[in-house]
């Protein structure tokens, strides 16, 4: 019952502020107020509708700025806009050829790691041999990594 009363205070409350008359007034200091009732001992002026929000089905009577720009704006913004996609495409390519690099660095290493395989390799616990085959097949598998990443 009390959720259902203060529902209904607040649909009044709101549909009286939706519908009400806004009034303006200055006081002795020289403060511009703005209120629902005018006070007693001065003079308001009736705002009305001023202050209230458009309606959102409102068509917008505001011209499209692109529209109105002055041609020597409209000149300065489409420069701007091509120096900006240039900018861009520039940083594009510049991390491109940042990654190349680091990918035929890499290639390179590998390349240079093939080649000092030694023939036995000594672990902890263990001894690796590695046949000449092996090693120039690995040697060839780095170059041709070297050829494509880095040409």
């Known amino acids: ?5 203060l529902a209904a205070a607040i ?3 709101a549909a009286t502020t939706a519908t009400g008359q ?3 007034w200055v006081d002795e200091r020289g403060v511009t107020h703005y209120g629902e009732k005018p006070p007693p ?5 009736v705002v009305g509708d001023k ?3 458009p309606s959102p089905t409102a068509p917008s009577s505001a011209p499209d ?5 002055p041609e020597g704006l409209q000149e300065a913004d489409d420069a701007f806009q091509r120096r900006r996609i240039a900018r861009e495409q520039q940083a594009e390519r510049d991390r491109e050829a940042a990654n190349k690099m680091a990918r035929c660095v890499a290639a390179r290493d590998e390349l240079q790691r093939a080649q ?5 390799e000594q672990t902890r616990t263990s001894r690796i041999y590695h046949s000449a085959a092996g090693r120039q097949r690995a040697v060839e598998q780095a170059q041709a990594k070297v050829d494509s990443r880095c040409n």
């Open 11 to 13: 649909v009044v409350v």
């Open 116 to 120: 000092d395989i030694p023939s036995i």
């Open 65 to 69: 700025p692109a529209a109105t720009r």
């Open 51 to 53: 202050l209230s929000n």
């Open 1 to 5: 019952m009390r959720g259902q009363i």
């Open 22 to 24: 806004m009034y303006k």
């Open 41 to 45: 001992d001065r003079k308001a002026q």
